[in-house]
């Protein structure tokens, strides 16, 4: 089996792309007026997500063999359902395989690469009510007109845009230059792609994957010489980058995780604080109101996650060779700087100098089962309350993402909760039929 093209965790799980269209306030009514009528509240109502599978290849029609069956296609879907469930967030992707998968044949979408891509925008808007989640796979070409990823990998992101969707005022005709809506972009199954997520080391046995056999997907476990680090296919993926759709930031600052050595550890907690916070662990707490609001240029991300830890990143724990899930205890690493890290199971502490050159002490607790952090600790993974909280006010207030409820038939008890006028939603709208390709 050939190497991985994911070298190590460093992937880019989700980044939030944006062009972020204006913000408009909903026609909410009082939750306790729905309670005084008999209705149930809109934080009892299950919120069903239409989404659209748009399956990448080639201008030729090429692309590497084996990729993404429909049965894998599924795995990735109702992996984040059971998250919805396993995290009481009353969330449900809402897909049917035999209506929404489409193949496009796109050469250069076919490389989306976190940026942001009129051209992926436009096709995105040509399934209006839905969110569109490209799956993209290829082998490197000579001579390709396309720029982005190199080759095969195992990353996503998700761009959030302006919601024009074909048949709105906006776009009336299908490849208008103002048609416009936020999509997915997730990597196809496909055994020489995965993520490395944890170390085959005798001493310190674990993770909760085998290291030998096969995964869920069906491809082999590869364990990469020199370092065991063992790659699997991640389906936890789909629910960390649909959580960048709702909204969420990542649990350590900023869109990647770099922070790989202590002295990179020391050097964000010694970075200039945004005003009205002071310097202290808070510095790492990436979804938070107190942290540092960190989205690393892109929009879309809302800071209003309350009771998650400040997380430092994985980078840390794979670059030095430690296990993310069981961990070792006294475990010391150094890169030369003033500051080392000490692992000890749970939890692992960085040592360095405060503002002031006297001694600091900083001890992390990762929650290593969260989605939206870069560990992959738990099956299924999870998002705290306050992260359910954020993604279900994000999609019952925000234009960009209401929509989503707007078409849905089982979603029509939420109708008086929200504002369904935007971009011309697809429930009053009369919408050619798509293509799958211009």
Request: proline share 7%; hydrophobic share 30%.
């Amino acid at each position: 089996m050939d190497k991985p093209s994911a070298v190590a965790f460093t992937l880019l799980l989700g980044a939030g792309l944006a062009l972020a269209g204006p913000a408009r306030g909903r026609g909410r009514e009082d939750q306790n007026t729905a309670k005084k009528e008999g209705r149930q509240p809109e934080d009892a109502l299950i919120l069903h997500l239409p989404m659209q599978a748009v399956i990448l290849s080639d201008n030729d029609g090429s692309n590497a063999s084996g990729i993404l069956s429909v049965d894998q296609l599924e795995r990735w879907v109702m992996q984040a359902n059971e998250t919805y469930r396993a995290s009481e967030a009353k969330l449900f992707l809402d897909f049917n395989k035999e209506k929404d998968i489409a193949h496009l044949k796109d050469s250069c979408l076919n490389r989306l690469n976190h940026d942001r891509n009129p051209h992926a925008s436009a096709v995105a808007a040509q399934y209006p009510g839905k969110m569109v989640v490209f799956f993209r796979a290829y082998v490197p070409k000579k001579g390709s007109a396309c720029t982005g990823n190199s080759g095969l990998t195992g990353n996503g992101y998700t761009a959030y845009n302006p919601y024009a969707p074909l048949g709105s005022p906006g776009c009336l005709k299908r490849g208008g230059k103002s048609c416009s809506a936020s999509y997915v972009v997730m990597p196809s199954v496909f055994c020489n792609s995965g993520v490395g997520i944890d170390f085959a080391d005798s001493k310190n046995p674990g993770p909760s994957v085998p290291s030998k056999g096969k995964d869920a997907s069906g491809c082999p476990i590869f364990v990469q010489p020199g370092t065991n680090l063992i790659f699997i296919q991640n389906f936890n993926q789909l629910a960390h980058e649909v959580g960048h759709y709702f909204g969420l930031p990542h649990t350590f600052p900023g869109p990647s995780d770099a922070l790989a050595k202590p002295g990179d550890l020391q050097n964000w907690y010694d970075g200039t604080p945004r005003s009205g916070i002071t310097r202290s662990i808070k510095v790492f707490d990436g979804d938070s109101p107190a942290g540092p609001l960190d989205n690393g240029g892109y929009t879309g991300w809302t800071f209003t996650v309350t009771d998650t830890s400040p997380d430092a990143g994985a980078q840390i724990f794979v670059s030095n060779g430690v296990n993310m899930c069981n961990t070792p205890s006294n475990k010391t690493i150094r890169d030369g700087s003033d500051a080392t890290v000490t692992f000890n199971g749970a939890s692992f502490t960085m040592m360095g100098k405060d503002q002031n050159q006297k001694p600091l002490s900083i001890t992390f607790t990762p929650e290593k089962g969260n989605v939206m952090s870069y560990f992959l600790c738990k099956n299924p993974m999870t998002f705290s309350p306050s992260q359910v909280k954020t993604m279900r006010n994000n999609l019952l207030t925000d234009p960009n993402r209401t929509y989503l409820l707007c078409a849905d038939s089982k979603d029509a008890d939420l109708r008086s909760f929200i504002t369904c006028d935007q971009g011309g939603p697809a429930s009053r709208t009369r919408v050619p039929k798509a293509r799958t390709k211009f």
